[in-house]
């Protein structure tokens, strides 16, 4: 008798499964995952690094996961911050993966920690649909990117608990239309709360640690309306560059066909892979602090990382 299986459900539900389990997990830790997504270059990172110094001079037990296609840059520039950082590098797919991310945390994620920030792939098509177990979705669009960004990447800013418009220091410099840009994030997630921030000044990264912090002692997030429109309902985004259809089982997520290893059952330990080990089978991860760089690893050009804090 022939059967019929539908590949990308079954993605779909492996993805889902792992997010679940990885929610749980961490649930049971008290960590609370943040998720943060932008396109590249809105100074993710440079954000990111004052996030984590801030948090470890205040005694906060963070750490980060930072995931690029290639090279180390981010994951050292992170590390100077003194929290734990692991570089995870997908080699070339463009978003991470619910048991990607899982198989990385298992033996690294240090006991007692309270946030554990996840700085997805520069990327605002991919990433948006999967979801990494994540307890706050974060994302950012920067002056320099035009007030149109939420309503030509509606999923991504449709699905985020939090939206931050970063580099605002330089939005005279650039005309950044600010009440425009914060009407059609209205117009694609009704009632999402917007933070400004810069990191070059330091203005508002105060106030969104507060807002993280205070996730993780149990405060309420904004629930996007868009999550329940995708519940189960096929779809495809015309117009964004991820022009293809996908079915959902959960809330604002769907899947591409990519294989996964196993799942676990909820309660069961994380598998014990061994660091670099992962569901997808294409990512690996270093440790910036070992001192042994990945195939992919090239130092930094000189200056590089001093420009890149400006952003």
Known sequence: MCRVVDLRQAVLATNDSSARQLREHLAARSTVEVNLLSSPGSGKTALLEL?????VAAGTAVAA?????????????????????????????????AGMLRGHLDGWLP??????????VGNLVCPA?????????????SVTEGEDKPLKYPTAFG??????????????????????????????????????????????????????????????????????RYRNA??????TGDEHPHTHDSPGHHA????????????????????GSHGHGRAHAHHPSEGRPGPSARPAPAGRDGAARTS
Request: contains cysteine.
């Open 159 to 228: 699905l985020a608990h939090l939206v931050v418009v970063t580099k605002t220091d330089i939005a005279d410099a650039v005309e950044f239309d600010a009440p425009a840009f914060h009407r059609n994030v209205q117009r694609v997630n009704p009632g999402v709360p917007v933070l400004s921030v810069s990191a070059r000044t330091g203005a508002g990264v105060d106030e969104l640690l507060d807002y993280v912090l205070a996730r993780a002692e149990g405060a309420p997030v904004h629930h996007p309306v868009l999550a329940h």
């Open 65 to 97: 996961v930072t995931a690029d296609l290639a090279t180390e840059n981010d994951a050292r520039r992170l590390a100077r911050a003194g929290a734990p950082v692991k570089q995870v590098l997908t080699d070339g797919l463009c978003h991470l993966e």
């Open 51 to 55: 996030l984590l110094a801030r948090a």
């Open 234 to 239: 096929p779809h495809s985004h015309q117009g």
């Open 256 to 275: 591409h066909p990519h294989t996964h290893a196993g799942e676990e059952k909820p309660g069961e330990p994380w598998p014990d892979d061994g660091p």
């Open 111 to 120: 006991p007692g920690t309270r946030v554990l920030f996840v700085e997805n």
């Open 129 to 141: 649909s999967y979801d990494l177990g994540e307890s706050l979705r974060i994302v950012l669009g």
